[in-house]
């Protein structure tokens, strides 16, 4: 079994920035993809950022040039640095592995972009 615990949402101006961290507990395989997924109010969950195999980094296309995800593979852990947020990328924002053809999702949390 995995555990996913995230954090460090809150509430950011326009143009400001946010660091998220996600720790992974549990039985944690090498091969495995791990990153980060976000809700927006009445829409559907879609894929933020990712490192699959523990380096290949793939992003939205919303999201280039402003975020940038980074793993700690001994700590088993994932960060999202988010510069340059906008209203659009409010959203709760969910920490994701996969490994052994099962998915694991954290609670999620809440980032919020307003003026």
């Known amino acids: 079994q995995v555990q996913l615990v995230e954090s460090g949402g809150g509430l950011v101006q326009p143009g400001g920035s946010l660091r998220l961290s996600c720790a992974a507990s549990?039985?944690?395989?090498?091969?495995?993809?791990m990153g980060w997924y976000r809700q927006a109010p009445g829409k559907e969950r879609e894929l933020v950022a990712v490192i699959i195999d523990g380096w290949m980094r793939k992003y939205a296309d919303s999201v280039k040039g402003r975020f940038t995800i980074s793993r700690d593979n001994a700590k088993n852990t994932v960060d999202l640095q988010m510069n340059g947020l906008k209203p659009e990328d409010t959203a709760v924002y969910y920490c994701t592995l996969s490994q052994e053809s099962r998915d694991y999702w954290g609670k999620g949390t809440l980032v919020t972009i307003s003026s």
């Open positions: 549990g039985t944690i395989f090498s091969i495995n993809t």
